[in-house]
Structure formats: structure tokens, C-alpha cells
């Protein structure tokens, strides 16, 4: 390695490593490298005093045209082995099957260091059962090349502990994009585009972050959160902006959605922007404790925000729902769906239209819930066919609606009154600009009675200090 010397005679970093070397502690650090002794810094400074290793040192070749796999491979390994981080200048690197061991720490140039899939099995046939794996500032390129073997994705992690992918790009997988199966760690930063499935699928999460990624034009889902057995999760999706996704497989719901929760309890999902989606913003489908929180939903192809079958817990509140056939459905007490708190959302411009005959469930709805929900705080505008959806059949209990604005909707508040059905509170609301009736009884999805507004006909409905505008 080339050094400079000072006039005094010490040795010195030529301009060459000094760059080098100030690249990969901004890259790892977020800034500059600094000698102030801060706290902040001092990750930095630890990480540049135990010295990289330059790809080209190794005989890694940027745009070579033949395959760089056993080149890379070999510096991965020599990399580990010495505890330092690899660097790649910028450049196309055409590869497949790399395996990535315990404390692998790679650091591309953001945009322009490009890892090529040749195809024959994934990108990154797996990680598996190893700690400790950094990608950062890296472009993988799937090339839209056939995924085979068990790879499920572009990028395949299995069991690792403190997985860290940030600022990096995932493209063209003909599967998907990320996939990580029992992992730690966090992906952050990203950008995921062009998944012929999802863009990052985890199962059986061990303490996951999926945040500030952006994720756009993949085929058939956004983030899934999902696990092979109902249980405890716990990963965190925030900040993330997802735009355009597809339903290729077809289906009611189970494909199409920017997040999908699946089996998975604890999850909370905040903060994210979810645009131009087949069919929900945010599905969480057996997911108790789940809180949806403060997201943007735009355009939905069907529900915007969905909890529904075999969850005990959804905290659903500050949500801006602008567009999609139901704003927010609490659904499935049938199947053991129940306990929720619905407050504080802002929903609008909903459509009577989805993308399977409304007959099926029922379209243009602010906010259809069942049963143990609070539903409160709430403004509709734009409903359809009714603002609040009250039970289902028989299938209510225990529903409170309270000082919720329902503007402009077809029926302000529908509540059924099936034999069978349980308690139901209705006080307080606003209900102006109706099309049809401001609160009525429904036996499913026809109209049972005349206006209930501050009338005591039916034991199991409390409806009280509602008031009534043209």
C-alpha cells in the first residue's frame, strides 16, 4: 500500500487510502470520519483503525464480462478471516451463489456498485445460521434471470442473528426481492423495486426493523410480516413509502397488498405512505396486538386497513385514508376476530366499486367492525353505502361508536339487529348529509327499520345524543 511522508519524516495515508478510508466511514457511520473523540464517531473511528480491504486487491475486477463468483467468494472469505470490511469500487460485478459467513461486512458505492445475478440458483444463495452479516451501499440486479433451487429470493437469509441491509438497492427478482427467514437485525434504507413477488417477505421474525425502505412495482405484495405458526413477532415497519403493487395471482385479498401481516402478533406498522395498491394498504390477517398507527393510505383497490379472522388485539388509530372500497374493516368474530380501538382516523373519497362483485362483502364502507371495538374520534367523508358498519348478522358484541363525523355517506350508521346479535352504544356522532338514513337497523345487508336517532326499539342498542343534519 502506498504511503506519503511529512516533512518531519512520519509516514502518512496517501490521498488514495484517505479517500478510500473516509468513504467507508461515512458509508458506515452516516458521517464524516472525525477525531473529536465524540461518542458518536467513536463506532467510526474503530471501524476505519482496524483497516479495510480494497476488492481489487483481491483480483476482483469491476466490469469484467465473465463471472466473478469464485473471485468474490474468495474475497468474502479472506475479508472475514482477517476481521476487516471488503470495499467494491464502483462497478458491475456478475455473480451468483455467494455465501456470506459470520461477520461479513461489504460496502459498495450507493448506486453504482451493481452485484449482477448470472442466474443457476439466487444472487445470495443463502445466509444461514450465521451473525453478524452487513450489506451496505450495494445494487443487487436478479436481471429478471430465473430464481431455482430453494432460493425464494434474490436475496435469501435463513437464520441469521443481527442482519444489517441498509441503503442498499434490490432489483429485478423474478421472486422476491428480500427474503429472511428466523432473523435479527434491521433492513433500512432500501430500495426494492421490481419483485415478481414481494418485495421483502419475512417468517418467524426473531426481533426485526423493516424501515425507510421504498418499494415500488412489484407483482403480487409490499413488506410481508408472516409466520409458518401463530405467535409472538414483534417487528417494527415504519417510514417506509410503497407504491404500485400488483395482485398477479388474482384472489380476494391474499396477494395485492403494500403490508401484510400473517399469523403474526405484536407487529406494529406506523408512519408508513402505501399508495396505488390491488387491494389493502395494510392486511393483518390472525395478528394480535397489532397497532396500525399514523400511516398514509391512498388509493386502495379494496380495504384500506384490514384486521381480520383469528386476531385478540388491534390498536388501529390516526390513520389518513384517502381512497378504496371500505375504509377500515374489524372483521371475522366468526372465526374469533375481536377486541380493537378504532379512534382518530381520517377517511374519505371511497368507492362502491372493487375488484370482485360487491356482493361478496359489501363495498363503500368508512368503518365496518364486530365485536369488543371502540369506535371513536373518527371522520368519514364520502362513504358510499353506509359511514359506520355496526355487526355483521348475529356476529356483535360489545360495540361502542361514539363522536365520530359522518359527512355525505349513503346511511350514516347501519347496526344489525339479527336475532342473536349482542350490545351495541351508539351516542354522540354527527351524522350530516346523508343520501338515504342517518341511523338505521339492518338484517345483513337490507334495511330492517326506521330511523333509530334517540329511540330505545331494540334492547341490545343504546342510541342516544346523536345529532341529525340535512
Given amino acids: 500500500m502506498s504511503r506519503f511522508f511529512s516533512r518531519s519524516g512520519t509516514q502518512v495515508p496517501s490521498p488514495v487510502d484517505l479517500s478510500r478510508r473516509t468513504f467507508l466511514a461515512g458509508t458506515l457511520g452516516g458521517t464524516a470520519l472525525c477525531l473529536s473523540g465524540t461518542a458518536s464517531s467513536a463506532a467510526i473511528q474503530i471501524a476505519d483503525l482496524r483497516g479495510s480491504m480494497d476488492a ?30 471488503l470495499f467494491l469500487p464502483a462497478g458491475n460485478y456478475p455473480v451468483a451463489n455467494l455465501r456470506f459467513p459470520s461477520g461479513t461486512l461489504i460496502v459498495g458505492v450507493p448506486g453504482r456498485t451493481r452485484l449482477i445475478y448470472q442466474g443457476g440458483g439466487g444472487l445470495l444463495a443463502t445466509a444461514e445460521g450465521v451473525s453478524n452479516v452487513s450489506l451496505s451501499g450495494l445494487t443487487f440486479d436478479g436481471a429478471n434471470r430465473s430464481i431455482g433451487g430453494h432460493t425464494e429470493g434474490l436475496l435469501h437469509f435463513v437464520g441469521v442473528r443481527e442482519l444489517s441491509l441498509t441503503d442498499s438497492s434490490i432489483v429485478g427478482s423474478a421472486q422476491s426481492g428480500v427474503v429472511a427467514d428466523r432473523c435479527s437485525g434491521r433492513i433500512s434504507g432500501c ?20 424501515t425507510d425502505n421504498v418499494i415500488a412495482d412489484c407483482a403480487n405484495g409490499g413488506i410481508w410480516v408472516h409466520r409458518w405458526k401463530q405467535g409472538e413477532d414483534g417487528t417494527l415497519v415504519s417510514g417506509n413509502r410503497i407504491e404500485r403493487i400488483g395482485a398477479k395471482h388474482g384472489g380476494t385479498g391474499q396477494w395485492g ?35 396500525i398507527i399514523g400511516n398514509s393510505c ?75 371495538t371502540t369506535i371513536t374520534g373518527n371522520v ?21 361508536a361514539s363522536q365520530n363525523v359522518l359527512r355525505s355517506c349513503g346511511t350514516g350508521i347501519a347496526v ?55
Fill in 191 to 210: 430500495i426494492v423495486t421490481g419483485a415478481a413477488e414481494a418485495a421483502i417477505r419475512s417468517n418467524e421474525a426473531t426481533g426485526l426493523q423493516i
Fill in 56 to 85: 481489487s486487491e483481491l483480483g476482483l475486477v469491476p466490469n469484467a464480462s465473465d463471472d466473478q463468483t469464485a473471485l468474490f467468494q474468495n474475497a468474502i472469505n479472506r475479508a472475514v478471516e482477517k476481521g476487516r470490511a
Fill in 380 to 400: 368519514i367523508e364520502g362513504a358510499p353505502r353506509f359511514g359506520l358498519l355496526l355487526g355483521w348478522g348475529p356476529y356483535m358484541r360489545n360495540i361502542v
Fill in 416 to 470: 344489525t339487529v339479527v336475532d342473536g346479535a349482542g350490545l351495541a352504544v351508539i351516542s354522540n356522532n354527527v351524522v350530516q348529509g346523508s343520501d338515504k338514513d342517518a341511523i338505521v337497523g339492518y338484517r345483513w345487508l337490507d334495511k330492517a327499520t326506521r330511523e333509530l336517532n334517540n329511540t330505545q326499539d331494540w334492547s341490545h342498542l343504546s342510541v342516544m345524543g346523536n345529532q341529525v343534519a340535512a
Fill in 257 to 291: 397488498n403494500g403490508i401484510n401481516v400473517f399469523r403474526a402478533d405484536g407487529v406494529v406498522v406506523s408512519g408508513n405512505r402505501i399508495a396505488d395498491c390491488a387491494f389493502s394498504a395494510i392486511r393483518s390477517n390472525t395478528g394480535s396486538n397489532v397497532q
Fill in 298 to 372: 391512498l388509493r386502495s383497490g379494496e380495504v384500506a386497513i384490514y384486521s381480520e379472522f383469528a386476531f385478540q388485539g388491534a390498536l388501529i388509530s390516526n390513520n389518513l385514508i384517502d381512497g378504496g372500497t371500505t375504509g377500515i374493516s374489524i372483521a371475522n368474530f366468526m372465526d374469533g376476530g375481536r377486541l380493537a380501538v378504532c379512534s382518530g382516523n381520517l377517511i374519505r373519497n371511497l368507492s362502491a366499486t372493487g375488484p370482485y362483485p360487491p356482493e361478496v362483502a359489501g363495498f363503500g364502507i368508512g368503518i365496518a367492525a364486530e365485536a369488543d
